[in-house]
């Protein structure tokens, strides 16, 4: 199970959840309180709204905070910013700090995950919202991030375990992470990732992770709840 150690970076504010601070606050709080609080990792907050996440938590401990760059100041919160995220090339280096970048599937962007890797910060890939990737374009992802030895996340469209006609499962990134960590090329790749069949699947492994990093998803209860049908946890 250690491919699933601390894969979802809970992010309730955003979504299609889209809670408000005390009710996102509360999911979360059930969250790590859960049996399968060990699949929790950060809570997402965009930066603007690290005031009103510190006021909400009262003096209560703060889990570890990604903060989502919306013209907010995150650097001077007294909450635990472990990481930022933001759209393309990072523009600065900030100590101590995860930058994950997100890389627009443009026709530029072999050149941005190029830029993302020189300017040290980690990649982002998003996966549902307006527009769904392709599994050819995920696929070329996963190769040219591995090729880069560039770590990535994922986050949209990714609450399922297995793919569905219209949406990637979370499995199947894992089962791609360890497979581009061995040298699968991209056919190969394509075949992990276009698999509905939950048997071809596995939970990942730390090798993997390496490359894959997380997942954002607005709910932690419905891919518990889907591991849970299929007998995974």
């Known amino acids: ?23 996102a606050v509360a999911e979360d709080t059930r969250a790590r309180a859960s049996e399968q609080a060990w699949m929790v990792a950060r809570f997402v907050c965009p930066a603007s709204r690290l005031p009103e996440l510190e006021a909400q938590l009262a003096g209560a401990p703060s889990p570890a905070i990604s903060a989502v760059l919306d013209g907010g ?26 930058v994950f970048c997100e890389v627009p599937l443009d026709d530029d962007w072999r050149d941005t995950l190029a830029a993302v890797a020189a300017g040290g910060g980690m ?31 994922a986050t949209a469209g990714l609450h399922h375990p297995v793919r569905s006609e219209h949406e990637h499962g979370f499995l199947n990134f894992l089962t791609a992470a360890d497979r581009a960590a061995a040298g699968a090329d991209e056919d190969e790749l394509r075949a992990i990732l276009g698999t ?10 730390a090798a993997g992770r390496e490359l894959f990093v997380s997942i954002g998803s607005c709910s932690f209860a419905e891919p518990v709840e889907d591991l849970q049908r299929l007998g995974v946890l």
Not at 136 to 150: H, K, N, T
Not at 196 to 205: C, F, I, K, P
């Open 196 to 205: 509905t069949d939950a048997a071809e699947l596995g939970t990942g492994s």
């Open 73 to 98: 100041d995150w650097a001077t919160s007294a909450l635990p910013v472990e990481a930022v995220e933001m759209v393309g090339p990072p523009p600065f280096e900030p100590p101590g700090v995860d």
């Open 1 to 23: 199970m250690e491919g699933l150690s601390r894969l979802i970076d809970h992010a309730p504010l955003f979504p299609p959840a889209s809670m408000d601070m005390p009710a």
């Open 123 to 153: 990649a982002k890939l998003r996966c549902g919202g307006k527009a769904v990737p392709t599994v050819e374009q995920v696929a070329a992802f996963f190769a040219a991030a591995r090729d880069l030895e560039l770590p990535f996340k």
